[in-house]
């Protein structure tokens, strides 16, 4: 907001609001609209019902898979763990990454997390020392617990340096719910192909 004088000596306070707009947007998830299922009328059109069902992630497709999210903005926190939830996942939701080792740390004791999903831009330790960390120090490597960053950093380096600390995807803000739950399933499947 910022004051600004006008004609008659008085002073008004105005918004900015096309940078509000930008600031909302580069934190939002967008959430799927309801997508009717298509009804097979003859045997052709099966192939299109098992198509879609396969891009859009029945609700049973995470289910019983343990989901570990870190996100220091409880709304995004509350987005991210709702989408899961809603595909069958156990979720914990944690707003640092100091809180995400602790859980880690106790997991190790009774069950494990199957994916991690956290934000860069965390309070005190950020994402990138999280992963590292959680790789390093955890010695939980990606075959046993990919991990995604969802982050408002977007630049091309940015994906870089978190593919390089320890992240096997890098989705940026904003992004809608498809994407991170298509996200989280080509990484779970390519963690379980090479758990084999």
């Known amino acids: ?60 497709t995470l289910r019983h898979l343990s989901i570990l999210v870190v996100d220091d903005d409880v709304n995004t926190l509350e987005m991210i763990q709702m989408v899961f939830e809603t595909h069958g996942a156990r979720v914990t939701g944690v707003t640092t990454a100091e809180a995400a080792l602790a859980t880690l740390r106790r997991a190790r004791l009774d069950e494990s997390y199957d994916l991690l999903v956290s934000d860069i831009g965390l309070p005190g330790m950020d994402g990138y020392e999280l992963v590292q960390r959680v790789r390093g120090e955890l010695q939980i490597m990606a075959r046993r617990m990919p991990a995604i960053a969802v982050t408002a950093y977007a630049r091309a380096e940015d994906r870089e340096m978190a593919l390089q600390s320890g992240f096997q995807a890098h989705l940026p803000k904003p992004y809608d719910a498809e994407q991170l739950v298509a996200t989280a399933l080509r990484l779970l499947a390519k963690a379980a192909r090479g758990a084999r």
Do not use: Y
Request: hydrophobic share 40%; with cysteine.
């Open 1 to 60: 907001m910022h004051r600004c004088a006008l004609g008659d000596g008085t002073e008004a306070t105005v918004s900015n609001l096309n940078r509000e707009r930008e600031l909302a947007a580069a934190n939002s998830i967008h959430l799927p609209r309801k997508m009717p299922r298509p009804e097979p009328s003859v045997v052709a059109d099966a192939a299109q019902v098992l198509e879609f069902d396969s891009l859009h992630a029945a609700p049973s």
